[in-house]
């Protein structure tokens, strides 16, 4: 079974499965299309990798900062 392609937008962080050499598992996203191009958050490293190869490393997609404002202003309403 192959796994599922993420939806991702460029600036999203996402976790993947084997640390960087430096360390890190954190990569931001920062091109998208056949290929997703990713930047390590630590080294400043940037690799791109194909949308299927990128999809089984995935471990998580971090919350970004903009969805958990939006979220918490919908939970603050009387």
């Given at each position: 079974?192959?796994?599922?392609?993420?939806?991702l937008?460029?600036?999203?962080?996402?976790?993947?499965r084997?640390?960087?050499p430096?360390?890190?598992y954190?990569?931001k996203?920062?091109?998208?299309?056949?290929?997703?191009?990713?930047?390590?958050?630590?080294?400043?490293?940037?690799l791109?990798?194909?949308?299927?190869?990128?999809?089984?490393?995935?471990?998580?997609?971090?919350p970004?900062?903009?969805?958990?404002?939006?979220?918490?202003?919908l939970?603050?309403?009387?």
């Open positions: 079974m192959r796994p599922m392609l993420p939806e937008q460029i600036d999203d962080v996402v976790r993947l084997k640390p960087h430096c360390g890190n954190k990569w996203v920062y091109r998208l299309g056949a290929d997703i191009g990713l930047e390590c958050t630590q080294c400043g490293r940037r791109m990798l194909p949308r299927r190869k990128l999809a089984g490393r995935i471990k998580q997609i971090m970004r900062a903009e969805d958990i404002q939006q979220s918490s202003k939970t603050d309403l009387p």
